[in-house]
């Protein structure tokens, strides 16, 4: 079975400085997709940025981008010139080619720091 | 357009009662999916539906749960016979036809309390 592994429970980080936020997955499969979705208190997963496994070039969305390792099974996601509206649960997530479902992380609380 | 909207945000029942979660999908979105969120954990999947019918119900964790889609539209996650490890976070999703790697739009969840 698949699992996905956020090891940070929590971390800060000072506004306008760049965070690493780290996560494992572990499966047998090659053909897969990776996400980072943003929780914030009103509850609402917003999806900041996915990678496809099969594609070697790292994703980047504006301020954040991911270092994606696939030998190391590994999925960081950087987040340049931190804002305070970056502050949130994080969480990674993996998705099977061949399933339906999501497998979420546990998640990491990041706080920005004014 | 409008995303996801699920109702109520906010459950509290008793332990033994009936409940019943409402999802209302991104319009044209065929598939629905249905995850929960406990304390401190990251969502886990529940079901998925494919206009009307239950595609995958592998994470239903016992009978007391039920879904229904009946016009392939609106969902409702019926949960019989509450009881308080119930309590979480329910959170609904929809993608346009479930393609493989589509992105899952989410809704804001109703927190259910089971006293």
């Known amino acids: 079975a698949q699992t996905v592994t956020q090891s940070q429970p929590e971390m800060s980080v000072q506004e306008a400085e760049t965070v690493t936020l780290s996560c494992t997955y572990d499966t047998s499969e090659s053909d897969y997709y990776l996400f980072w979705y943003k929780q914030p208190p009103s509850r609402q997963m917003i999806l900041v940025i996915r990678q496809e496994a099969y594609k070697q070039q790292n994703a980047t969305e504006n301020r954040f981008s991911v270092n994606f390792q696939k030998a190391a099974k590994s999925f960081s996601l950087k987040i340049s010139d931190s804002q305070l509206g970056d502050a949130a649960m994080y969480f990674c997530a993996y998705r099977s080619a061949f399933t339906d479902k999501i497998i979420f992380g546990k998640g990491t609380r990041l706080h920005i720091l004014p | 357009g409008a995303g996801v909207s699920q109702t109520p945000s906010n459950k509290v029942t008793e332990k033994g009662k009936y409940v019943e979660l409402r999802c209302d999908p991104i319009?044209?979105?065929?598939?629905l999916y249905w995850y929960r969120q406990s304390l401190g954990q990251g969502p886990e999947f529940l079901i998925y539906?494919?206009?009307?019918?239950?595609?995958?119900d592998s994470g239903l964790p016992n009978d007391r749960f039920f879904a229904v889609r009946p016009e392939g539209s609106v969902s409702t996650l019926k949960i019989q016979r509450t009881e308080r490890g119930d309590s979480a976070v329910y959170l609904c999703?929809?993608?346009?036809?479930?393609?493989?790697?589509?992105?899952?739009?989410f809704g804001p969840g109703t927190r259910l309390l089971v006293l």
């Open positions: 539906f494919q206009g009307t019918g239950a595609a995958d």
């Open positions: 319009s044209g979105h065929t598939a």
């Open positions: 999703a929809s993608s346009a036809s479930g393609g493989r790697g589509e992105t899952q739009y």
